[in-house]
């Protein structure tokens, strides 16, 4: 090479490097590295979007101009001089010749191809192309997996058997084939619920598995139910083709065989895209691999952009293994490193990255800021999950006090389950809350429906909540028959409950009579039986008899499951309830209660509030004050994760993606003791928290060593008694008898004062039950930490609280527990 191609190829590369001058210098090495396979390993909140945007940018602008060692032939002394004393700032027509002499080969925009996971994703990568680039935007086939393949499809699907007018089926309508399918084989929809089924055949065709190597897969196992879904597989596949139609996955897996059979298909995809770019490389399944693979075969030129620490979808059928693989899979592939972080401070990235460094299967990076080091990560340990929430809304609203914003603060947990103690905290004290990605506690199907079997318990006259849990599950009762029911309500003057025990008085009825009189004796069985029982173990009563669990079992898949355990938390509220107010324990005061905060959900929240969400929903988000609930064995990381190393490094992950959503502040919590579901355990701190080093936070209330099989400090000890010197657990979740029925109404399933005063119910940190009311009445003037001044526009008393509804000058009107906002509100 001469001196002139060594100056000029420097020269060149100096001025490309000028243009992209606002990134940092990895940043700049990652968009200016454009041939071969490249692998962009972008830490949390590292700029790796503006990487890909700048990478395009640089593409169309100067080709492979600053990854070449190609020099112009046509280029002259001149023109190496004009390049080298460019000015910081070249005028236009100064630019527009740097530009003709750096570019080499430059592609047209339809010859890039950047694919993404989510249509939101793939929307901004279009806004903000376009925003750099122009017009020119427009051209490149930026798109999800799915988007991609489509258009695909469409041109060539002909060569593999359908028509190019083929039908895209979503789940239901899969769900509707293979019902059908169960009809022709004679199977059981109970057995094989139709969601598990097409569970099994999305998880095959990830593997890129036909229907007989799915059989022959299977049939050494002497597996009878895998056996029959294998041919409901292939009866499956047959009526989509018959159909011409392609479910979700078949859009990719037919893609793939179509790349696969056809080389002419093949050859003009891989001439097209000179340049692929894939984003969220870690999260890619096997399919979306094997055809990465094949769009990229041709020149290679793969740019895969990911973070091996942020790989958390396994469940979805993710594999890690793409992207530790990729430099097998590409010998000649470069590696580099976006470490420099611009969302966090030091402290965060600091605790951070000591938590990610305990996983094996990682490439390994360290992230670093110039935000300064910041606090230190908040580590609190709490009583229970009461304590928890409590202290995370006082926390909360201690931050609005300073001059923080709601809408500043994030509060994750590792499942939705979680979210119900929070949501309770939040309310007594009128912090305004949204849920991302999932429903509030008490919106959620399976909970109102709990909830309705206990108001026609408690009021049998209650005909709207009677008509929701009357074929819930189902038993045979029809709309058509409940408007006859409703007809003759009409008629008699009576309700829809004194009819169902009547219904063979009725000639209207005969037919379903006696359907409605089994219901009309299923409800009069439940509200004898709370004159026995104590709440508790009337919900577990009323959950059994009414076989709506049961229901849920049979279908045995995740949605139900998850549905199962909302109604099994509905019980933590119940004791939760019993705990606070034992001198009102009864059935009529327990749905006061949740009608109350229920209602509280109707007032409109604006932007301005607290997002709740699970750590999963998070990935992708920021925000400068994050509180992660829950850091206990068991929890996070769950129990299936001690026993399975792959699934504990996948949850380590999911504990640095949680950690990596703070800007400012970072909190962690954990509980000693945790109701979830009706039942209290006692959990050890999660591991993530003994990996975090001491220098990176402070630890509030941490454990004491463990004395005797169990730990004691403070609080603790007096919760837990002592005796010879070991713990003593002292169970609070028994529930005598007390009151009893009256008439047709429930009055009340009392706890016995004895019950009442064991030792943990008594002396159980709870701020909202242990704080004094504040004694006020219409007219007075408050002033709340968070809310300002504002004027009492009533005050009604609610067993041993009340609920004030106070307007205030700058948020409107808000309705507070007065024990709960007495610590945060003065009366003026």
Known sequence: MTDFQTRYIAARKAVIARDLQRLNPMQRKAAMTTEGPLLLLAGAGSGKTTVLIQRVYNLLTYGRGSDSDQVPEWATEEDLQFLESLPDQPDEEQRRRAVRLCAVDVPRPWEIIAITFTNKAAGELKERLAARLGPAANDIWASTFHSACVRILRRDIDRIGFDKDFTIYDSDDSKRVIKDILKEQNLDEKTFQPRSVLSVISHSKDQYESPEEFAAKHQHENDWKMARIARIYAAYVKKLRTANALDFDDIIYHTVTLLQQEREVLEYYQNKFRYVLVDEYQDTNHLQYLLTSLLAGGRKNLCVVGDDDQSIYRFRGANIENILNFEQQYKDARTIRLEQN?????????????????????KGKTLWTDNGGGDAVTVKTTFNESDEANYVVGDILMGVNRGRNFRDT???????????????????????????????????????????YLCVLNNPMDD??????INNPPRGIGATTLDKVALLAEQQGASLYEILRNADLFPELKSPAAKLLKFADLIDGLRRA????????F?????????????????????????IENVQELKSNILGFLEQDPEDATLSGFLNEIALYTDLDSVEADDNC?????????KGLEFPNVYVVGMEEGIFPGNSAQYDEEELEE????????????KEKLTLTNARQRMLYGRTSANRASRFLEEIPEENMRWESKPEPKFGGMERDGAFGERYGESGGEGRFVHTDSYTTGGGWGGASIHAYKTPAKAAAKPLASTRRNTASAAPILQLQQGDMVEHTAFGRGMVLSVRPMGGDALAEVAFDTVGTKKLMLKSAGSHMKKL
């Not at 389950?417 to 429903?439: C, D, F, H, T």
């Not at 009563?541 to 045995?556: D, F, P, R, S």
């Not at 949850?651 to 703070?662: D, G, K, P, S």
């Open 342 to 362: 611009y969302r966090s401070t030091q402290n965060i990235l600091d605790a951070a990255n000591a938590v990610i460094k305990h996983n094996t299967g990682r």
């Open 410 to 452: 994030a509060v994750l947990y590792r499942m939705n389950a979680q979210s119900n103690a929070l949501e309770y905290a939040m309310k007594r004290n009128g912090i305004p809350y949204k849920i991302v990605g999932g429903m509030k506690f008490f919106d959620r199907a399976e909970v109102k429906d709990m909830l309705a």
């Open 464 to 469: 709207l909540r009677l008509r929701r849990v």
């Open 530 to 537: 709370g004159g026995t029982l104590a709440l508790p173990e």
């Open 539 to 563: 919900y577990d009563e009323v959950v059994a008899q009414t076989g709506y669990v049961k229901a849920l079992e049979e279908k045995n898949d995740m949605e139900s499951r998850g549905r």
């Open 610 to 618: 607290v997002t709740m969400m699970t750590i999963h929903s998070a």
């Open 651 to 662: 949850e380590r992950r999911l504990c640095y993606v949680a950690m990596t959503r703070a």
